[in-house]
């Protein structure tokens, strides 16, 4: 049982390159998340989407972008990395019925940029 | 703006002690209320879920009660063993989109 799969787990980019995170679902939920993750602070939602082929903005979009163009694929690609996006990402699902909207989340992604 | 704060942002107790978490959120009008577990480069884990109308929720040694007029959850681990050692995170949501804590790190000594 595969859960939330992430890819890759860890990467290091130099600034301007560019890379895509990719996040991949078996539990036909509808929703999914990218968030990242910074010492001493919560996790911060970056896009999300609540179906195939929409996405929306969430706390800290700027210099993300994402595609669902498979319900169970959700993928953040970076286009001109820049130190500041040095953290730790996590891909996260759930269900659209809200009393069981627990958020199942993968491993996560380890990025550096130099 | 929500805004979850936990305290402390550490903790360290022997084996057997019962752990108390707090979680403070700013905004009342929220939809649940989550607590995660996180091991050490690992992803979260759902522990429990409380709806708005509820007040607490428990899953064997865990209780987490919610009070939305003051703005908190308190998440209960009775008994504690080393293998409870991780970080602790709270999330509220007004719906799906959910505001984290920056967690409590938890260490049981044996």
């Known amino acids: 049982n595969a859960g939330v799969t992430q890819t890759p787990k860890f990467r290091v980019l130099k600034t301007g390159q560019s890379m895509t995170l990719l996040c991949a679902q078996d539990m036909n939920h509808e929703y999914m998340y990218w968030y990242r993750q910074d010492p001493g602070m919560g996790l911060r939602l970056i896009h999300y989407s609540v179906g195939e082929g929409t996405t929306a903005k969430g706390e800290v979009p700027d210099g993300y972008n994402v595609s669902r163009l498979k319900k169970q694929n959700f993928l953040l690609g970076l286009e001109s990395a820049a130190p500041s996006q040095t953290s730790v990402y996590f891909c996260?699902?759930?269900?659209?019925?809200?009393?069981?909207?627990?958020?199942?989340f993968g491993a996560g992604t380890r990025l550096s940029v130099l | 703006k929500q805004e979850v704060t936990q305290i402390p942002a550490a903790l360290s107790v022997p084996e057997g002690e019962n752990l108390v978490l707090n979680c403070s959120f700013t905004d009342s009008a929220i939809y649940n209320l989550q607590w995660f577990r996180q091991d050490p480069g690992k992803g979260l884990t759902s522990l429990l879920l409380?709806?708005?109308?509820?007040r607490e929720q428990t899953s064997g040694r865990l209780n987490a009660s919610l009070d939305k007029s003051s703005g908190r959850s308190t998440l209960y681990i009775a008994a504690s063993q080393p293998g409870d050692s991780a970080t602790y995170l709270c999330a509220v949501g007004p719906d799906y989109k959910l505001s984290f804590g920056a967690g409590t790190t938890v260490t049981v000594r044996a």
């Open positions: 409380i709806q708005s109308s509820q």
């Open positions: 996260a699902s759930s269900s659209w019925d809200s009393t069981k909207n627990i958020q199942y």
